[in-house]
């Protein structure tokens, strides 16, 4: 079943706002691209000694988590392809490489410059790489004097074998005299006692700017004030930077209560804790468990999507989709949307909020209208377009929300869709990679194309390289845990096109090991960077 709007709509031919694709036939121009700046691009281009180099500065490319990378030279449909194309090196890390690796490029280092992959484990190490040559440029242990990253609690296999940096750091450029990377980092130490650490990273030498900070916060409510026990959290959302702040968003440490939905912010210049929200106060859950974490529009709204919870409509917002807003040091819930069934699909652990949401680009209705969406999914299968300037609250009778498509996604979702060139692209749990095109502002019912390959368990996370709006590919990765991960790229116009796979060369040559959770590929510079369970591997032209 369909649900739309009454008015009649227009697909909107645009994509993510990029500085490095000012026209490529169909895009629209958006803000220049600024690290800081909220809602603008991550993904950047500079020239360098070789070409044009791109920046990978914040997961899925930009703050509105699109997985977008319009500034592609290097791979085209052409080239991609096993006689042309495959494993070029693996970076080595001391543990599992769950955060997406982070792209820098032209950046000078003891007077030499260089493009810059970082590199984050679960053993708290940070690693700079150099992208073309693969030296190890530097390298940095966040633990603290007899520490260790944190064992996983009462046996849960969430993230396993330790818990250190779950994920995706944040880089900006400008901040200190050589760039900084923001990260969390998660320990312990020999009495079992928890910490999460903010630190600020000088990009050159990867040493701490400041001190890092201890994360801690206490919130009104229970009739008292909660306080943030560590133990009960894990970072898993990716650290947003948006306005001089670095937002965390925390999910549970396995699921084992008592915890709340908080999400934080220090500012990026001294690491002082600047905004603190529990946004179920006066129950208990809603974790934030996207790997994009919050997201921000160019309108400096942020948003984010909560698991199973409490919801009363009020103060307590477990799995609802909130629109946040920023009053000096307050964090204020503007919007929100949550299901007719809330109560039960928390009941039954059938959280709205196990996937990632994606911000859409402005999609324009045949009256010329500019509709702000955005979409989210989970593990009900149902999909949402949400107008973000009404996300229709709550209502026992009907989803006041821009579209609701039922059954879109089977089994659910656990993933972050990527957006391209008016499709989204969505690989939910044990299915194909789906696109679904938009038209007329509206998602259809059935997928425009699927690939043939299937994703198990936990789905997989596209991202997408082109050259503007030309030369699309789509780039998804089996990491099932308990098998082999496998690397693939499709036709971003047809996925029933696959360009390749790193199964297809003979005699293993592109076999890059096993597969771990929630893997997102990162593209730059010709290059395509896959975490694995001992570091990071490096595919390109042979």
């Known amino acids: 079943m369909l649900k739309v709007s009454s008015s009649m709509l227009i697909v909107a031919s645009l994509v993510a706002p990029m500085s490095a694709c000012s026209s490529g036939g169909g895009g629209t121009a958006g803000p220049a691209v600024n690290s800081q700046g909220t809602g603008s691009s991550s993904s950047s281009s500079s020239s360098t000694n070789n070409g044009t180099a791109t920046d990978v500065l914040t997961y899925h490319n930009d703050t509105m988590r699109t997985g977008q990378n319009l500034t592609e030279t290097v791979l085209t449909p052409s080239n991609v392809n096993s006689s042309a194309f495959g494993l070029l090196h693996q970076l080595a890390a001391d543990g ?49 004097q007899g520490e260790s990253a944190a064992a996983p609690t009462g046996g849960c296999t969430q993230v396993i074998p330790q ?24 320990s312990e130490d020999s009495a079992g006692n928890t910490t999460h650490r903010l630190h600020a990273l000088d990009l050159t030498t990867l040493a701490d700017r400041m001190p890092p900070v201890a994360i801690a916060a206490t919130f009104p409510g229970g009739g008292g004030t909660l306080t943030f026990v560590p133990r009960q959290y894990k970072e898993r959302g990716a650290l947003l930077l948006s306005g001089g702040q670095i937002y965390t968003g925390w999910a549970s440490n396995c699921d084992i209560t008592p915890y709340n939905s908080w999400i934080m912010s220090y500012s990026e210049a001294s690491l002082a804790q600047t905004q603190v929200i529990n946004l179920t106060p006066n129950g208990g859950q809603g974790a934030i468990w996207s790997a994009g974490g919050i997201l921000a529009d160019s309108n400096g709204s942020l948003y984010a999507l ?25 964090l204020t819930v503007a919007d929100y949307f949550t299901p007719t069934n809330t109560v039960s699909e928390s009941a039954q652990d059938l959280d709205f909020g196990s996937g990632s949401p994606v911000i859409l680009p402005d999609q324009i209705d045949s009256a010329g209208t500019a509709h702000q969406l955005m979409f989210a999914a989970g593990k009900d299968s149902n999909g949402f377009l949400l107008d973000r300037t009404n996300f229709g609250k709550f209502s026992a009778s009907v989803n006041q929300v821009f579209q609701e498509v039922t059954g879109m996604l089977p089994n659910g979702n656990f993933s972050a869709p990527s957006y391209y060139n008016g499709t989204l692209y969505i690989a939910p749990i044990g299915q194909p990679l789906f696109a679904f095109t938009i038209n007329q502002a509206t998602l259809p019912s059935s997928p425009s194309s699927r690939s043939s390959a299937v994703f198990n368990r936990p789905g997989a996370s596209p991202a997408v390289s082109a050259n503007g709006a030309t030369n699309g590919i789509v780039w998804a990765v089996e990491s099932s845990t308990t098998a082999a991960a496998v690397l693939h790229a499709y036709n971003a116009a047809n996925l029933s096109v696959e360009y390749y796979n790193s199964t297809q060369a003979p005699s293993g040559r592109d076999s890059f090991g096993g597969g771990n959770k929630f893997v997102t590929p990162v593209i730059a510079d010709g290059k395509v960077f896959v975490g694995t369970p001992n570091g990071v591997a490096v595919f390109g032209l042979l």
């Open 96 to 144: 599992v490489v769950d955060a997406t690796p982070l792209v820098v490029s032209n950046l000078s280092i003891n007077g030499s410059m260089h493009d810059v992959v970082y590199v984050a484990s679960e053993n708290d190490t940070v690693y700079a790489y150099d992208l073309n040559s693969y030296a190890l440029l530097a390298q940095v242990s966040l633990l603290q």
């Open 163 to 186: 818990i250190g940096v779950t994920s995706t750091p944040v880089i900006d450029r400008s901040a200190g005299p050589n760039g900084t990377l923001f990260v969390v980092a998660m």
């Open 306 to 330: 909560l698991g199973n919870g409490s919801f009363d409509s009020n103060q307590d917002y477990g799995n609802a989709a909130v629109r946040l807003t920023t009053n000096g040091s307050a």
